[in-house]
């Protein structure tokens, strides 16, 4: 399975690779296409090649080009739990108008729970899900990768779980690792293995 990692300015944008092209998650703040676009290009990756978005939740550092990429032919997935928390995204980019920043829209939108993601990702070769993981925000949503690895965002560190002492996180982390999970692929920082 191949996963690359682009970063535009502060966030891990990572494509993974599966049998009808790139799924993308997470991407950067607003004002940043321009930069994916030449770190595709430095893959030798079309943005046509990319044929979804996964959003691990609606923080501007995760989601800022997320329409952007719409726009350019690219389907948003989004887990159930997350519509609501697309339009406070929306609302804050309104009451901070200076950044350039195009409104997430509901058309073709794909809104799915966390079982109907594993019949989805497997339709592309995938076995895995996406599954809902709150700690760090109540849209936070993580892809699992069964027996392999799991983008989970700004997730805090699990490391760092007990430091937190919050039953929510752990109770995140309890449900990443019932997928066999081993390496973590998180929103900021470097890839990490866990046991």
Known sequence: MKILNLICKRTN????????????????FPGTLYRLM????????????IKYLIVTHFHPDHAG???????LGIRLILHECQVAFVDNLNNFYKKNNQFNFTDILPEGNIV??????????????IEGEIIQTPGHTDD???LTIDGCCAFTGDLPEFSLMEA??????????????????????????????II
């Open 13 to 28: 944008c990572y494509l993974l690779e599966s049998s009808c092209g790139w799924i993308m998650i997470d991407t950067d």
């Open 38 to 49: 030449n770190l595709l290009n430095q893959h030798n990756i079309k943005i046509s090649d």
């Open 65 to 71: 080009i997320a329409q952007d990429l719409k726009n």
């Open 112 to 125: 799915i729970s966390s079982k109907e993601s594993r019949d989805f990702l497997k339709s592309m070769g």
């Open 140 to 142: 936070s949503i993580s």
């Open 164 to 193: 937190y002492n919050d039953q929510t996180i752990k109770n995140s982390w309890k449900l990443i690792k019932d997928y066999k999970i081993t390496k973590i692929f998180p929103g900021h920082g470097n890839p990490y293995t």
